[in-house]
Nanobody, 130 residues
Framework: QVQLTESGGGSVHPGGSVRLSCEAS????????LGWFRQAPGKEREGVAR????????WYADAVKGRFILSRENAGNTMYLQMDSLKPEDTGMYYC???????????????????????WGQGTQVTVSS
């Protein structure tokens, strides 16, 4: 089991930027599928970004493509979600996720989104309003 702790949420004006951090209890430098989900009030939870920690693939929801970047630190315990050009519709609770996977099948599931994330953070709120 991986413990995940998010930080960095807050309130920002439209057009602003926020960087979310997610600290993991284990090294997530490789062999992990990493991601971020969000949930707005009254809406279903949705995937925002996903990448394989060892590299080779990344995926972004159409709504955030070109504005959000998921990265991880080289030392291996923290991942980030850099969010730029924020819009009111980006408001929601953001959750980081991680799932260990070191087989080709795991990589494929990370790539196509069929992976089942069993490790979730507690969430951090992002509010975009004027």
């Amino acid at each position: 089991q991986v413990q995940l702790t998010e930080s960095g949420g807050g309130s920002v004006h439209p057009g602003g930027s926020v960087r979310l951090s997610c600290e993991a209890s284990v090294n997530i430098r490789s062999s992990y599928c990493l991601g971020w989900f969000r949930q707005a009030p009254g809406k279903e939870r949705e995937g925002v970004a996903r990448r394989y920690a060892g590299g080779g693939m990344s995926w972004y929801a159409d709504a955030v493509k070109g504005r959000f970047i998921l990265s991880r630190e080289n030392a291996g315990n923290t991942m980030y979600l850099q969010m730029d050009s924020l819009k009111p519709e980006d408001t929601g609770m953001y959750y980081c996720v991680a799932e260990r996977g070191d087989t080709l099948d795991d990589y494929a599931r990370c790539r196509d989104g069929s992976i089942n994330f069993s490790n979730w953070g507690q969430g951090t709120q992002v509010t975009v309003s004027s």
